[in-house]
């Protein structure tokens, strides 16, 4: 069983800071890619950031903002979320694209954490 468990959230301020973990663990031979989504009110998961090998992308909305780097050695992705808006308020979820032993390739979620921007 591969799982990814996440870390970190909670509620801050507008101009607030927050840093996010998630660290993949189990039987794991590669994970091509990690990134985190996001989900708000209106209950659509969309992509705020990803990181495969040297390629990093962003959502314009958090561009400036938020940095996402990812440890391979410990199977980790992060998140440092500055200067948070209340738009940013959402539960985030980290996600992976591993490949196990027996050669599947599949995405894995985190179980989600909640972020809450607000005065």
């Known amino acids: 069983q591969v799982q990814l468990v996440e870390s970190g959230g909670g509620s801050v301020q507008p101009g607030g800071s927050l840093s996010l973990s998630c660290a993949a663990s189990?039987?794991?031979?590669?994970?091509?890619?990690m990134g985190w989504y996001r989900q708000d009110a209106e209950n659509q998961r969309v992509l705020v950031a990803r990181v495969h090998e040297g390629t990093i992308y962003y959502v314009d909305s958090v561009k400036g903002r938020f940095t996402i780097s990812r440890d391979n050695g410990k199977n980790s992705v992060y998140l440092r979320m500055d200067n948070l808006k209340p738009e940013d308020t959402a539960v985030y979820y980290c996600?992976?694209?591993?490949?196990?032993?027996?050669?599947?390739?599949?995405?894995?979620w985190g179980q989600g954490t909640q972020v809450i921007v607000s005065s």
């Open positions: 189990g039987r794991i031979l590669s994970i091509a890619a």
């Open positions: 996600k992976a694209e591993v490949r196990d032993y027996s050669g599947a390739d599949q995405s894995i």
